[in-house]
């Protein structure tokens, strides 16, 4: 089995900053494209940030320039670091990652992690 699970999340006031993590750990052979997805109350989940195997990332229009994106392939973790935040971004963050869990399989498999929330609020 993969798990991911993220950590990081809180409470921030407008302006600060916060460092969600993401580990996957289980049966994994290789993780292409890691990233980072939010949920507000009463909305859709939205992309935040990607990024592959190799480094390169996209960011949503909301959050280039204020988040970023990067990852330890070592230690198939995925971090977004969330700057200048806003009471916009309050939501709940979830990671995904794209891997394959064996040698032998072509199969990409995509999980998600449980979400943490992320609060901004003076």
């Known amino acids: 089995q993969v798990q991911l699970v993220e950590s990081g999340g809180g409470l921030a006031q407008p302006g600060g900053s916060l460092r969600l993590s993401c580990a996957a750990s289980?049966?994994?052979?290789?993780?292409?494209?890691m990233g980072w997805f939010r949920q507000a109350p009463g909305k859709q989940r939205e992309l935040v940030a990607t990024?592959?195997?190799?480094?390169?990332?996209n960011y949503a229009d909301s959050v280039g320039g204020r988040f970023t994106i990067s990852r330890d392939n070592a230690k198939n973790t995925v971090y977004l670091q969330m700057n200048s935040l806003k009471p916009e971004d309050t939501a709940v963050y979830y990671c995904?990652?794209?891997?394959?869990?064996?040698?032998?399989?072509?199969?990409?498999?995509?999980?998600w992690g449980q979400g943490t929330q992320v609060t901004v609020s003076s």
């Open positions: 995904n990652a794209d891997l394959r869990r064996s040698s032998y399989s072509g199969v990409v498999y995509h999980y």
């Open positions: 990024i592959t195997s190799g480094g390169s990332t």
């Open positions: 289980g049966s994994i052979f290789s993780i292409n494209t």
